[in-house]
């Protein structure tokens, strides 16, 4: 499976950005998609995911009611809109993809919001 990431990049705070993830290759109809994201000095860590079938959706609480997942099955692709951007938003966020046992990685995206 291979992931390309797309969007990003400088915004100010309360600005909006979207990010694209799309899935290629062996693709299982049961799969999760979503993003994690770091900042410097910190480690990686969840921001939302999105499953398949039903596109069940979970969310970082600091994330709650500003970002949102959504996702394109039949185009193997989720989003993230992030509004709201806050300074402390600022990192790479990585796009990520789960099906069966196996954890995909993209690229990362850096997003970077200036107060």
């Known amino acids: 499976v291979q992931l390309q990431a797309s969007g990003g990049g400088l915004v100010q705070a309360g600005g909006s950005l979207r990010l694209s993830c799309a899935a290629s290759?062996?693709?299982?109809?049961?799969?999760?998609m979503g993003w994690y994201r770091q900042a410097p000095g910190k480690q990686r860590e969840l921001v939302a995911t999105i499953t398949s079938g039903g596109g069940k959706s979970n969310y970082a609480d600091f994330v709650k009611g500003r970002f949102t997942i959504s996702r394109d099955n039949a185009k193997n692709t989720a989003y993230l809109q992030m509004n709201s951007l806050k300074p402390e938003d600022t990192g790479v966020y990585y796009c990520y993809y789960r099906q069966s046992t196996y954890d995909y990685w993209g690229q990362g995206t850096q997003v970077t919001v200036s107060s």
């Open positions: 290759g062996r693709i299982f109809s049961i799969n999760t």
